[in-house]
């Protein structure tokens, strides 16, 4: 099976600033990765799927790149509303495989 | 506005059998665009996808689990079911259903509606 791995698993950062998150799959899976948003309590919400495709009522802050093994989600200018842990998830094949999570605070 | 609904025991014993369902409202399971899951949660820990099944019957499940799991659909009542046998410790989650829209240009697996979970917890 593909393993998913995620950088940093935290971070602590200042509201406006650029925030990045790293995703890398073990093996090459096209552009077939969806990030998700999961705030404290609350269900996962899809922020991205196709690498780069905003989902629906997503704010235009977060934004999706790459293809193959390595993908970023860049959140442009950090709100406090952001807090969250953020999961990666490659559907290129089963297993649908989520990655462990990266936990976004404000500092 | 689809819903998804999971419903079943939030208690069940080690080695016994968990069983819920997910009840669809809003939209059909039966719709070819789309195709249905579960993952579940551990306390503090991170998402875990359990398995997939199409309104036609056809299953996909996680290398891990795949031997304990079945999912199944009834179309007829719009809900779809999860049974995880042999539960032990390890088995307590939040356990979610969900909806995987099927599209030819994007693929499918990921997930665009959730529903709200239910606790499952695995104690004598």
């Known amino acids: 099976d593909i393993q998913m791995t995620q950088s940093p698993s935290s971070l602590s950062a200042s509201v406006g600033d650029r925030v990045t998150i790293t995703c890398r799959a073990s093996?090459?899976?096209?552009?077939?990765l969806a990030w998700y948003q999961q705030k404290p309590g609350k269900v996962p919400k899809l922020l991205i799927y196709a690498a780069s495709t905003l989902q629906s009522g997503v704010p235009s802050r977060f934004s999706g790149s790459g293809s193959g093994t390595d993908f970023t989600l860049t959140i442009s200018s950090l709100q406090p509303e952001d807090v969250a842990t953020y999961y990666c998830q490659k559907y290129n094949s089963v297993p649908f495989t989520f990655g462990p999570g990266t936990k976004v605070d404000i500092k | 506005q689809l819903q998804l609904q999971e419903s079943g025991p939030g208690l069940v014993k080690p080695s016994e059998t968990l069983s819920l369902t997910c009840t669809v409202s809003?939209?059909?399971?039966?719709?070819?665009?789309?195709?249905w899951a579960w993952i579940r949660q551990p306390p503090g820990k991170g998402l875990e996808w359990i398995g997939s099944?199409?309104?036609?019957?056809?299953?996909y499940y996680s290398t891990s689990l795949r031997s304990r799991v079945t999912i199944s659909v009834d179309t007829s009542k719009n809900q779809f079911s999860l049974k995880l046998t042999s539960v032990t410790a390890a088995d307590t989650a939040v356990y979610y259903c969900?909806?995987?829209?099927?599209?030819?240009?994007?693929?499918?697996?990921?997930?665009?509606?959730w529903g709200q979970g239910t606790l499952v917890t695995v104690s004598s």
């Open positions: 099944i199409y309104y036609s019957g056809s299953t």
């Open positions: 969900a909806r995987h829209p099927n599209r030819v240009t994007t693929g499918w697996g990921f997930v665009d509606y």
């Open positions: 809003g939209g059909s399971i039966s719709s070819s665009d789309y195709c």
């Open positions: 093996q090459g899976i096209s552009n077939y």
